[in-house]
T-cell receptor
């Protein structure tokens, strides 16, 4: 079974631009979460989507947004890019949403998209 | 708040067992303990998770104390490719995974 895929893998943008990143979850997985990783802050949760609805959101400004499509694929968008948005953006998928507690909610991560803002 | 405590770094000789400790003294009864690792600049890789009982899979073993306040991840025969940052995470009741700084494991020849 194919793993989580993310596109593009690398991206260079300039301040003020916007960017859209894409994530395709493992087949059958319906929950998608996004994380940002920087050297200073480590891995931080951005948001989680399930059934095309945002279930959970981390402490990030409104410039960061996402959506999920009916096939469970997800995109995240960052508008008005700042230098501090340079990071590795990671997507993770799971069978069910976190906190469901019905059965395993193990999240599987993709390779990430490395964004550099100049 | 990562809610787990791990040593910042550890060394292990190649071929020996690597034992990575984690303290999660405030864990609630329905929270799982998850272990992930991240090899430089790659996405975190799931290793193992458990609730109460010890668990073993092809990658590692997870030993959880009876009071569930701490756990140990065991890599039975560490190789150079096991050099990575290992994260111990509580999950399942509060939603998203909250990553701390993890333990940087260096496997040396």
């Amino acid at each position: 079974k194919a793993g989580v895929t993310q596109t593009p893998r690398y991206l260079i943008k300039t301040r003020g631009q916007q960017v859209t990143l894409s994530c395709s979850p493992i087949s059958g997985h319906r929950s998608v979460s996004w994380y940002q990783q920087t050297p200073g802050q480590g891995l931080q949760f951005l948001f989680e989507y399930f059934s095309e609805t945002q279930r959970n959101k981390g402490n990030f400004p409104g410039r960061f947004s996402g959506r999920q499509f009916s096939n469970s694929r997800s995109e995240m968008n960052v508008s008005t890019l700042e230098l501090g948005d340079s990071a590795l953006y990671l997507c993770a998928s799971s069978l069910v949403p976190s906190g469901t507690m019905k059965y395993q909610e193990t999240q599987y991560f993709g390779p990430g998209t490395r964004l550099l803002v100049l | 708040d990562a809610k787990t405590t791990q040593p910042p770094s550890m060394d292990c000789a190649e071929g020996r067992a690597a034992n990575l400790p984690c303290n999660h003294s405030t864990i609630s009864g329905n929270e799982y303990v998850y272990w992930y690792r991240q090899i430089h600049s790659q996405g975190p890789q799931y290793i193992i998770h458990g609730l109460k009982n010890n668990e073993t899979n092809e990658m590692a073993s997870l030993i959880i104390t009876e009071d569930r306040k701490s756990s140990t991840l065991i890599l039975p025969h560490a190789t150079l490719r096991d050099t990575a940052v290992y994260y111990c995470i509580r999950g399942g009741s509060q939603g998203n995974l909250i990553f701390g700084k993890g333990t940087k494991l260096s496997v040396k020849p």
